[in-house]
């Protein structure tokens, strides 16, 4: 059924960038909000950005605001973040994740349904 499949992450130093993707499959990326959290070494998941369906609004944490971009290609049914100007505190596994039940652009995770299984960010000099 539904997939998500993360990937793209590494080791870079400061300042540089990456694009993390995901590639979904058993729905239309579309038609529902996705999100991308990232979890650091002994700490909890928190969200970083989300996207609502068509594209109607997005939302980014402080910490990644002005930083980070959620998009998406429909053509390939896939999901990204471009993630620019990289801080050590970027570090952490990323994930990516569908709404289902509440339909919303939500940086909480309780409210997501459908989870990737993560990609590894080091941040690192």
């Known amino acids: 059924q539904v997939q998500l499949v993360e990937s793209g992450g590494g080791l870079v130093q400061p300042g540089e960038s990456l694009r993390l993707s995901c590639a979904a499959s058993?729905?239309?990326?579309?038609?529902?909000?996705v999100g991308w959290f990232r979890q650091a070494p002994g700490q909890t998941r928190v969200g970083v950005a989300c996207l609502d369906m068509y594209d109607s609004r997005a939302n980014y944490s402080d910490a990644v605001k002005g930083r980070f971009t959620i998009s998406r290609d429909n053509a390939k049914n896939m999901v990204y973040l471009e993630m620019n100007n990289l801080k050590s505190e970027d570090t952490g596994v990323y994930y990516c994740?569908?709404?289902?039940?509440?339909?919303?652009?939500?940086?909480?995770?309780?409210?997501?349904?459908?989870w990737g299984q993560g990609t590894q960010v080091t941040v690192s000099t």
């Open positions: 994740a569908r709404d289902v039940r509440r339909m919303v652009c939500s940086l909480a995770d309780r409210t997501y349904d459908d």
């Open positions: 058993g729905f239309i990326v579309e038609h529902y909000p």
